[in-house]
C-alpha cells in the first residue's frame, strides 16, 4: 500500500446469505487515475463499490485510502462513510427533491463558513455548466442536468476519490456520451480519482486509465483498456468486449492446424485442441487467389454485408478444421464485396488470440 494509493482493497470477500458475491477481489486507484470495474450484471461490481465506500459492512479484507485502513474486520476498523472522503454518484442521482440545486450541492460542504461556501458551491456548479440553475428544483431538470448536478454535489468536498456506480446507465444514448465526455474531462481537469462501475463495455474502454474486469465475483484480467482488448487471457474476456469469430486448432507434430493455415505451437502440447480466434475488424477480405502476404487466409463466400455508419459488417461462410460450415464476421471500412461472391480472408498473426478448449 502507498501513500499516493487514493483507494487499496485487498482480498475483499462478501457473501448474501449463501451466495458469495465478491471472492477475492483486490484493486488499487492511485492518484488522479481512473479506473473502471467492469463485468456483466451481477457479478459483484456494486457489491465492492458498496465494500469501498463503507455502505456495506465489510467481511472479510482490508480497505484503505491514501494510506490509513478505513475498513478491516479483523482489527475492528470501520470508519463509517460520511468520513471517508469519498464522493458517490448513483445511477439514480439520488438529489433531494425538497432541496435547490444550490442547497443539494452545498449538503456536503456544511462544514466551510457561508461564504466559502457559497463560493465553492459556485465554482462547482460552473464546472459542470450549471451555474444558471442553482435556484432551481431537481424535478425541473433533464436527466442529464440532474446527473451534472449530482456530480457537482459529490465533487464539491473533494473527495480523495469519486466512486461511481452505473452513472450514465439512466441517460439515453446521445446524452449519455455527452455527459460521459464532460465528466472524464472533469475528473480529469481535477485531477480526481475515480472508480467507476459499469457492465458496458465500450463505455468502460472509453473511461478507464486502467480496469479490472470482474466474473462471478473474481477479477479476471486487470490492465489498460488496449492490453485486456487486443490480449485477453480468455475466451471470456475477448468476448466481453466485442463480437469474436472462433475456429478450430489442433497441434500436429510441433505445428498448430487451422483453417487459416499453420501456425507455430509455442508452448502448446501436441494433441491439444485451441480455439483459434480474432476480432472483426482484425480481418481483411482479398479477392479469391489473392497471395496472403504473409499473413494467415482462408476461403470464404459473402453471405450478407449491412452498412453501419462508420463501416460495413460482412458475414462470410468458411469451413472448420472439421469441415463443418462456420460463419465468420469482418468488419470493413470500405465497401464489402457482394453477396455470393468468394474472397480470401486474411488475418494478420499477431492479431489472432489462441484459447484452450474448455
Ligand atoms: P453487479 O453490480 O455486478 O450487477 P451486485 O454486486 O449488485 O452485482 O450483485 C452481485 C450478486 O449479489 C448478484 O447475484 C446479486 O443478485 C446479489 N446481491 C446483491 N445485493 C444483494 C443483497 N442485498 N442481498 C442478497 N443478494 C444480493
Not at 191 to 215: I, K, S, W
Request: net charge negative; with cysteine; proline share 6%.
Amino acid at each position: 500500500m502507498q501513500p499516493q494509493d487514493a483507494l487499496v482493497l485487498q482480498d475483499l470477500q462478501h457473501d448474501y446469505a449463501n451466495l458469495r458475491a465478491v471472492d477475492g477481489v483486490s484493486l488499487s486507484i492511485k492518484a488522479g487515475e481512473v479506473v473502471c470495474l467492469v463485468g456483466p450484471s451481477g457479478c459483484g461490481k456494486s457489491t465492492v463499490l458498496r465494500l469501498a465506500a463503507g455502505l456495506e459492512p465489510l467481511q472479510k479484507g482490508r480497505v484503505a485510502m491514501r494510506g490509513s485502513v478505513v475498513g478491516d474486520p479483523e482489527r475492528r476498523v470501520r470508519v463509517p462513510p460520511e468520513q471517508r472522503h469519498i464522493g458517490l454518484v448513483f445511477q439514480d442521482f439520488a438529489l433531494f427533491p425538497h432541496l435547490t440545486v444550490g442547497a443539494n450541492v452545498a449538503f456536503g460542504v456544511s462544514h466551510l463558513p457561508a461564504a466559502a461556501r457559497m463560493t465553492r458551491v459556485q465554482e462547482t456548479l460552473r464546472q459542470v455548466n450549471m451555474e444558471a440553475y442553482v435556484d432551481a428544483y431537481p424535478h425541473a431538470l433533464s436527466g442529464g442536468q440532474q446527473q451534472r448536478v449530482a456530480l457537482a454535489r459529490a465533487l464539491a468536498p473533494e473527495p480523495s476519490v469519486l466512486l461511481l456506480d452505473e452513472p450514465f446507465s439512466g441517460l439515453d444514448e446521445r446524452l449519455r456520451e455527452q455527459v460521459r465526455d464532460d465528466t472524464l474531462g472533469l475528473l480529469r481537469r481535477n485531477g480526481t480519482a475515480a472508480l467507476l462501475v459499469t457492465h458496458d463495455p465500450e463505455e468502460a474502454l472509453f473511461m478507464a486509465d486502467r480496469l479490472y474486469l470482474m466474473r462471478n465475483g473474481r477479477i479476471v484480467q486487470s490492465g489498460p483498456p488496449q492490453e485486456l482488448y487486443f490480449r485477453p487471457v480468455d475466451r471470456f474476456v475477448a468476448e466481453f468486449f466485442s463480437r469474436v469469430n472462433e475456429m478450430q486448432g489442433v497441434v500436429r507434430a510441433g505445428w498448430i492446424e487451422s483453417p487459416l493455415g499453420r501456425l507455430p505451437a509455442g508452448d502448446w502440447q501436441e494433441g491439444a485442441r485451441v480455439i483459434i480466434a480474432f476480432r472483426p475488424e482484425a480481418a481483411t477480405l482479398l479477392s479469391a487467389g489473392a497471395a496472403a502476404d504473409g499473413a494467415q487466409a482462408l476461403t470464404a463466400i459473402v453471405q450478407d454485408t449491412h452498412f453501419l455508419g462508420t463501416g460495413w459488417v460482412v458475414h462470410v461462410l468458411a469451413r472448420d478444421l472439421d469441415g463443418a460450415e462456420v460463419e465468420l464476421a469482418v468488419r470493413l471500412a470500405g465497401r464489402p464485396p457482394q453477396a455470393g461472391q468468394s474472397v480470401r480472408v486474411q488475418v494478420p498473426p499477431e492479431a489472432l488470440f489462441l484459447f484452450a478448449e474448455t
